[in-house]
């Protein structure tokens, strides 16, 4: 089957550039493994955010107006 817009030798600059960091580098991706590990992948203490959600103060509606009486 011929395919009009499939080209099996190209590869696009960005994925030149990726592949060229990764043998430049062979230790990337463990790394950007560890920084999101260190920001996101936390483990969450659901009792703690039970209380954190009960204890919340319920916001006044039209926050922004003034009060002129």
Avoid: C
Avoid at 2 to 24: A, H
Avoid at 25 to 53: M, N, V
């Amino acid at each position: 089957m011929l395919t009009l817009f499939r080209r099996p030798d190209y590869q696009s600059e960005i994925t030149n550039f990726i592949e060229e960091m990764r043998q430049k580098k062979p230790t990337l991706e463990a790394e950007q493994r560890a920084g999101r590990a260190l920001l996101w992948d936390k483990h969450l203490d659901r009792e703690t955010q039970d209380e954190f959600s009960q204890a919340r103060v319920a916001q006044q509606p039209y926050v922004y107006q003034t009060l002129t009486k």
